[in-house]
């Protein structure tokens, strides 16, 4: 919001002293927060004075041009008190028309200097200016002729035309939509005087007699009411759409960010700014019928007035009239009943509507403007009567128009809230010390009607503060009146405790571990989309598909929590590849949202108090299941080439390896099994089991491998991209309280090499975990080095050599003792697994 300081006081008497850096830190102390402050026209210099054109003598020059060689009367600001010759490329004036003229030694906007110069064939002093010229609009076509009476020759035109001002611009919070106005900001000022120093008189510019309601103006008829409660009109008839807007009025207009485009439209927007409620004008010879305010019906379309055409939802809450939609009420008006050059009878709409329709209808069709900016935040209800009076009055002193006597409105403002507190909350929870008296005078200068009965406190919210709800609000409105400067700062009492909790000490290790792996940590927006699920592959009856939707989405193409973390890694990763980085490894961890569908909705507890253990119980009964996961995801080479040789290519076992060694460092084993899941590849993704220690079952913890082609294609990832994702919560669980350090033997090592032949069906890892239960405590480590399919072993078998080492912590082994392992670990292997060792 920018807020000219000159309109600022002409509503509130600020001391003539105070300059615009100190108004713009006591408005920001009271919450209004400061953007920039601008100073337009300070950087124009004189010479700039009225002149009186004597003659103009068109000339036309070789380049096609013409122009105009002037003689200009400019007193004695010259020093000769002669005519100025000027030559003049515009059109728009005539002999004895008042103009503004810079003489030479003068400066421009944008440090534009005037000199005397030849052009034309002509010494030209000076210059005939126009409105961009001097800031006053992007009006470039012609000159500013003053009005007959706006002064004599010379006249310094400083105080003649507003060009220069000074201008506040704030960052408005949503929930202080009353300072998106004039009226807003300068009873905001006058708020400040009022508790810190001399009170000083706010004049509220919607304070003003109207005329008594009597139904003569144009009809309205309302069908939703809740999605509009007041709605008035007026009519104003004879109205000359050619008549300027006042300078005042448009600089006015142009200082707080808006473009003046003709007398009807500039007012309303004026209107808007100064009280805060939004105008529409209507031109009354195009309306059909009366205004009705209504809800969209099913196929019907609007075209706006930025000249889309719009497909309208049963939703959307709409202006009409006999003739079909003419506006999106309190967004955008219709193209067909639009003020134009033509109109000379003017219909006026101020009204009141739902700040949540506005909102959604504004962001259902991508439409903000200014008017839907203050009534999805929610304006003054009581507004509509002077809004539209003085609406009214602008256009007939300005348009030379006539205001019908007439009055139709339809409904009736909201009853104001009530919120009952006890006068000590505000000192309790600020922690200052704020008596009652304090209180009631800081709320009753913010506007409340306050009764106070012993300690109870009962304040009446002012109809243009909608965002006091409840008694902390109240607390907030004192908080920021007594100063948050004023809040003691205490330190907190460290609690006693033993430092990180057990689960910040595991995340903390998964985190070391996958780092010291090589994994780069992402952080993703935990939303999604179901077409994201369905690039993914994920069945239809797969539990990942019931999800939560939320009821207020950041964007409409996501607007659940997502239940699983590849989407966002997979966007993360395709997003790097784009940028041409292909060798990525990252991973993430974060909770993922599993909804239950038969759980119960969630009560809506008040803040007035502390809930019983029974609401608590069932608040978090309604909460869905949001266990915390790790997703890893790498493409690309997972070692490089170089002189030292090839590189090798991220293969699927590297997410498997990534879950493990994470398992490892909580001291939980994991054992590996052969599945088919989306979105990873059929025979290339295995399933990774703990063991619960408190029950001694087996629990999926996580899935890991290659992810299908499809999959890769459909999300934008480089072929043969491997993924991950287990569930933190379950690692956790089954981690050992205290995980001890490896012990060592000082005794050599027994090496035993076998190769087993088995069917191409067998998994590794079955092989793997016979071989370890026949071998037996003396068994160090196993780890497959070879693999073996071709005619030596035969179609349909496959040869795994493994590496198995033994050691004893206690003594070094006999001969016989790693052999006897060794025989034992082959055959546990042939009797689980059918496996022969081959000679």
């Known amino acids: 919001m920018k807020a000219p300081v000159s309109w600022i006081r002409e509503y509130v008497d600020l001391p003539a002293d105070l300059t615009v850096e100190d108004l713009a830190a006591r408005l920001t102390a009271l919450g209004l927060k400061l953007e920039a402050i601008e100073r337009p026209g300070h950087d124009i210099r004189g010479p700039l004075v009225v002149g009186r ?67 034309y064939g002509h010494v030209s002093a000076g210059m005939i200016c126009s409105a961009r010229e001097l800031g006053l609009g992007e009006d470039h076509d012609g000159i500013i002729v ?79 009411p809740q999605g509009c409660p007041v709605f008035v009109t007026r009519v104003v008839t004879g109205f000359d759409p050619s008549a300027p807007t006042p300078a005042w009025l448009a600089r006015r207009v142009q200082l707080a960010g808006m473009r003046p485009i003709s007398l009807a439209v500039d007012v309303t927007n004026y209107v808007m700014l100064e009280l805060g409620n939004p ?92 008017a839907s900016k203050r009534f999805e935040r929610g304006v003054d209800p009581t507004l509509p009567e002077a809004a539209a009076d003085r609406v009214a009055e602008l256009l007939a002193r300005y348009g030379g128009g006539t205001v019908e006597p007439g009055v139709t409105k339809v409904g009736e403002a909201p009853a104001p809230t009530t919120i009952t507190t006890d006068t000590g909350l505000p000192a309790r929870v600020t922690g200052m010390e704020i008596d009652a008296e304090t209180v009631v005078a800081d709320l009753t200068a913010v506007g409340c009607d306050v009764a106070v009965e012993g300690d109870t406190l009962t304040a009446t919210v002012p109809p243009w503060r909608p965002d006091l709800t409840d008694p902390y609000d109240l607390v907030e409105e004192v908080a920021r009146i007594v100063g948050y400067d ?60 019931t999800l939560l939707r939320l009821a207020n989405p950041l964007s409409a193409e996501q607007p659940f929590m997502t239940s699983t973390l590849l989407p966002g890694l997979l966007r993360s990763l395709a997003r790097n590849a784009g940028l041409g980085q292909g060798d990525v490894a990252l991973f993430e961890t974060g909770t993922v949202t599993l909804p239950d569908p038969e759980a119960p909705a969630a009560p809506i507890l008040g803040v007035d108090r502390r809930p019983t253990d029974d609401e608590l119980a069932a608040l978090f009964g309604a909460v869905p299941a949001q266990p915390l996961h790790l997703g890893l995801v790498a493409a690309g080479e997972w070692a490089p080439a170089g002189w030292w040789g090839e590189g090798r290519p991220v293969e699927w076992y590297d997410a498997v390896q990534g879950v493990e060694e994470v398992a490892e460092a909580l001291g939980v084993p994991l054992a590996r099994r052969a599945v088919e899941r ?54 956790f669980a089954a981690a050992p309280t205290e995980v001890r350090a490896p012990s060592y033997s000082d005794y050599p090592v027994a ?27 003396l068994l160090e480590s196993l780890r497959l080095f070879d693999v073996y399919t071709g005619a030596q072993v035969g179609e349909g078998r496959k040869s795994l050599a493994f590496a198995l080492r033994f050691r004893a912590p206690d003594r070094t082994l006999k001969e016989g003792e790693s052999g006897a392992a060794r025989d034992a670990a082959v055959a546990s292997a042939a009797e689980r697994c059918g496996a022969v060792q081959r000679a």
Request: aromatic letters at 4%; proline letters at 8%.
């Open 279 to 370: 105008i529409h004008g209507y031109d009354g010879d195009r309306l059909a019928g009366p205004i009705r305010v209504r809800r969209a019906a099913e196929g019907e379309r609007l075209t706006t007035l930025d000249d889309v055409t719009r497909e309208l939802s049963t939703e959307d809450l709409l202006i009409t009239d006999d003739s079909g939609p003419i506006g999106l009420a309190g967004v955008m008006g219709g193209e067909t009943t639009e003020l134009s050059e033509t109109t000379s009878r003017v219909v006026i709409e101020a009204a009141h509507f739902d700040p949540v329709s506005i909102f959604r209808t504004q962001r259902r069709h991508k439409l903000p403007s200014e």
């Open 53 to 119: 054109v004597l003659t103009m003598e068109p000339e036309t020059h070789s380049n096609g041009k013409t122009v105009n060689w002037c003689t200009v009367d400019v007193g004695d600001a010259n020093g000769t008190g002669e005519p100025q010759g000027i030559v003049c490329g515009a059109h728009n004036f005539a002999p004895g028309d008042l103009v503004v003229v810079i003489l030479p030694g003068g400066e421009l906007p944008g440090g534009f200097e005037i000199s005397a110069r030849k052009t």
């Open 751 to 777: 090496k035993e090499d076998v190769a087993l032949v088995v069917d191409a069906g067998v998994a590794v890892a079955d092989v793997a975990d016979a071989l370890r239960e026949g071998a037996g405590e």
């Open 486 to 545: 004023n809040v003691p700062s205490v330190l907190p009492t460290a609690p006693a405790g033993r430092g990180l909790t057990r689960a910040q000490r595991l995340r903390r290790r998964v985190g070391r571990a996958l780092a010291g792996a090589g994994w780069v940590e992402v952080v993703s927006f935990p939303f999604v989309g179901m077409p994201e699920l369905d690039a993914l592959g994920i069945p239809a009856e797969d539990e990942r598909r």
């Open 678 to 731: 989306a979105p990873w590849h059929p025979g290339r993704c295995a399933e990774l089991v703990a063991t619960d220690p408190a029950t001694g079952e087996e629990v999926v913890v996580g899935y890991a491998g290659e992810l299908h082609p499809r999959v890769c294609r459909a999300v934008g990832v480089p072929e043969r991209t491997v993924a991950a994702e287990a569930d933190l919560d379950a690692l």
């Open 146 to 224: 003053l009005p007959a009476d706006a002064g004599e020759p010379g006249d310094d035109i400083f105080g003649i035309l507003p060009l220069r001002d000074e201008v506040i611009e704030f960052e408005i919070n949503p929930d202080r939509a009353y300072a998106l106005s004039i009226r807003g900001v300068a009873r905001e000022a006058a708020l400040e005087y009022a508790v810190h120093e001399d009170p000083v008189e706010f004049r509220d510019p919607a304070l003003r007699e109207t005329p008594p309601v009597d139904g003569s103006a144009y009809p309205v008829e309302v069908e939703d």
